[in-house]
């Protein structure tokens, strides 16, 4: 079965990036929300991304129904795609443990809400949003079929460019100046060079 090692390893991703967000996820619970952004739009952002990433993916591995729209790259790009998925998981584990108890997969703002400068944090401010970047780019090289591998960037594009102003507007409003200088330092999803 061509591509079957690919499959295996999107796969496993999937599963280590519910891995990290399980502990998290459960802490969770018991915080409380002080503000809260989550309406109609973020919900939508929120369902696109699971469709791109998750549900269709899945259809492509576990059915047939799919791979009408199939291609078959070099096995080399599939590595490479491998190479990403390793990267973004990296990076994807180092935000959690670095944002910790101020984590939430929506737009909130929590009790106790601390800014995080440091770590992962003290590079790019957005390394969940950078390791997903990683992950789409990934996507289509793992995930050789038309439909399905590139459902991930599409339907994050709009996820990033809606959700990040509104995130960082909500930081700027919460945490104000301590906000802004942490803007002025530190960039978006690329380091910035000196
Ligand atoms: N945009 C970040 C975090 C995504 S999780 C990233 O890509 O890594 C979304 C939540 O993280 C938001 O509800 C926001 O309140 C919180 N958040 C984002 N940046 C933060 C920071 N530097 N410090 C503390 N909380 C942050």
């Given at each position: 079965?061509?591509?079957?090692?690919?499959?295996?390893?999107?796969?496993?991703?999937?599963?280590?990036?519910?891995?990290?967000?399980?502990?998290?996820?459960?802490?969770?619970?018991?915080?409380?929300?002080?503000?809260?952004?989550?309406?109609?739009?973020?919900?939508?952002?929120?369902?696109?991304?699971?469709?791109?990433?998750?549900?269709?993916?899945?259809?492509?591995?576990?059915?047939?129904?799919?791979?009408?729209?199939?291609?078959?790259?070099?096995?080399?790009?599939?590595?490479?795609?491998?190479?990403?998925?390793?990267?973004?998981?990296?990076?994807?584990?180092?935000?959690?443990?670095?944002?910790?108890?101020?984590?939430?997969?929506?737009l909130q703002i929590l009790d106790g809400h601390k800014l995080i400068t440091q770590g992962i944090y003290g590079m790019i401010r957005h390394p969940m949003y950078a390791s997903q970047w990683l992950w789409v780019l990934a996507q289509p090289l793992l995930i050789q079929n038309w439909?399905?591998?590139?459902?991930?960037?599409?339907?994050?594009?709009?996820?990033?460019?809606?959700?990040?102003?509104?995130?960082?507007?909500?930081?700027?409003?919460?945490?104000?100046?301590?906000?802004?200088?942490?803007?002025?330092?530190?960039?978006?999803?690329?380091?910035?060079?000196?």
């Amino acid at each position: 079965m061509p591509n079957l090692a690919f499959k295996i390893i999107y796969v496993a991703a999937l599963v280590v990036e519910m891995a990290i967000r399980a502990p998290l996820n459960k802490q969770r619970k018991q915080i409380k929300v002080t503000s809260n952004r989550v309406n109609r739009q973020e919900a939508i952002l929120l369902g696109l991304l699971f469709l791109g990433n998750f549900l269709l993916p899945l259809l492509y591995i576990f059915s047939p129904w799919l791979n009408f729209a199939n291609y078959t790259l070099p096995p080399w790009a599939g590595w490479l795609g491998a190479a990403f998925v390793l990267g973004a998981l990296i990076v994807f584990w180092r935000a959690h443990v670095d944002l910790g108890r101020n984590w939430s997969p929506t737009l909130q703002i929590l009790d106790g809400h601390k800014l995080i400068t440091q770590g992962i944090y003290g590079m790019i401010r957005h390394p969940m949003y950078a390791s997903q970047w990683l992950w789409v780019l990934a996507q289509p090289l793992l995930i050789q079929n038309w439909i399905a591998g590139l459902a991930g960037a599409l339907f994050y594009l709009p996820m990033y460019f809606i959700r990040v102003p509104v995130e960082e507007r909500m930081m700027l409003e919460q945490f104000g100046d301590e906000y802004r200088d942490y803007m002025r330092r530190v960039g978006r999803v690329l380091p910035r060079l000196r």
